[in-house]
């Protein structure tokens, strides 16, 4: 069963904003990170942003830095990312993922994914 839960995909018009919520139906250790990525076609995933989960030290990929911004809420085993001024070229399926690996940029270092909404913006 899947135990990453995602919501908040949608359609949005050139410059709006849309947030994804990712809900880890496990344990994330405080260690753990929880990522971001996109699907690619024909190429990995392509790393959106990781925070670490207790420290709340993040990373973004160069593609999306200054633009999306990752936080966290504990207590609800609940990451979020904040995507701004998003553009056509932004639409493709978004994964959230945790895992307990270093190099949290990577895919290896996850274990677990969410189902990969799409998120749709329109010219």
């Known amino acids: 069963q899947l135990q990453l839960v995602e919501s908040g995909g949608g359609w949005v018009q050139a410059g709006d904003s849309l947030t994804l919520s990712c809900k880890s139906y496990l344990h994330i250790s405080g260690s753990d990170a929880m990522g971001w990525f996109r699907q690619i076609p024909g190429k990995e995933r392509e790393f959106l942003a990781a925070?670490?989960?207790?420290?709340?030290?993040?990373w973004y990929g160069d593609s999306v830095k200054g633009r999306f911004t990752m936080f966290r809420e504990i207590s609800k085993h609940t990451g979020y990312l904040q995507m701004n001024s998003l553009q056509p070229e932004d639409s493709t399926d978004y994964y959230c993922?945790?895992?307990?690996?270093?190099?949290?940029?990577?895919?290896?270092?996850?274990?677990?994914w969410g189902q990969g909404p799409q998120v749709t913006v329109s010219s």
């Open positions: 925070i670490r989960w207790s420290s709340g030290i993040s």
């Open positions: 993922a945790t895992g307990s690996g270093a190099g949290c940029t990577t895919i290896t270092s996850y274990g677990q």
